[in-house]
């Protein structure tokens, strides 16, 4: 079977090297184009882009695929079907239609809930006990095409964005082998994806980082560990910024107003909310590297009482 691959981030990297461990015939790697990166603004190539090349995979970076010249190079692969994970930009019916099997993605979620670009992130600061993986066809909508296969697995309860990617994006792979080798056979029958169950994520912001003291204790927690390490869940501390690592919920009721020290014991800022208190144990000042409370505490001791949240300080 030939199989366009379509893919761009760290995450669509496990699916490539489980189509061509199984055997799949993946004669092309279409990425998005090298992005400037670093304090240099060096030219980067994507992480898919880097392992095709290993791979000895030919690689094609149109800036767009709704012109007839990029849409007529993949005519020319002669491919069976396109497999898509994460490829980063909408893709025209014309490319969508192209292949006799179509256009296949691996989303990030159990659809129908969760559609959208930051599954991963939301599932966590939801509070869902499980996540998984959908293989799906293309349509025009976002996430919105018949699911053809789905794996499932439960969320540790220390879940953070960075483990939950790592962990679907190797549960991916295999699902997509399966699914192409079952359209292959013809023993895969697709179900439409039930409206009324739908859950639609808006993408990410960096000011949904934010944290707001007034909610309680464990929703906090939830958001740290989902919006970690983007967009970073941070506040401010005398008018500069703090982005949190690592917290706590601690089950006490605050004596302090939200958002204000309620302690500082066991190497961590112990702060009130909403509805309990949480104990931040691992932060990144504003300008300075990632560190233990315990060692930003040295140098910057703070009182009980003390607010966080707020604006940043303007000189």
Known sequence: MRTIYMGTPDFAVPSLDALVEAGIDVPLVVTRPDKPAGRGKRLQAPPV???????????????????????????????????????GAILPNAVLEMTPLGAVNVHASLLPRYRGSSPINWVIVNGEGESGVTTMFMGEGIDTGDILLQERIALDPRETAATLHDKLAVLGGPLLVETLRRLERGDLTPTPQVEADALYIPKLTREDGRLDWSRPAEELDRRIRGFTPWPGAFTFLKGHRLTVHAAHPVAQPPAQAAGQIEAVEGGAMVVACGDGCLAITELQPEGKRRMATDAFLQGHPVAVGTPLGGRPQTD
Do not use: N
């Open 49 to 87: 882009k880097q392992r095709a090349e290993a791979l000895g995979i030919e690689v094609f970076q149109p800036r767009t695929l709704k012109d007839e010249a990029a849409q007529a190079r993949l005519r020319e692969v002669g491919a069976d079907a396109m497999a898509v994970v994460a490829f």
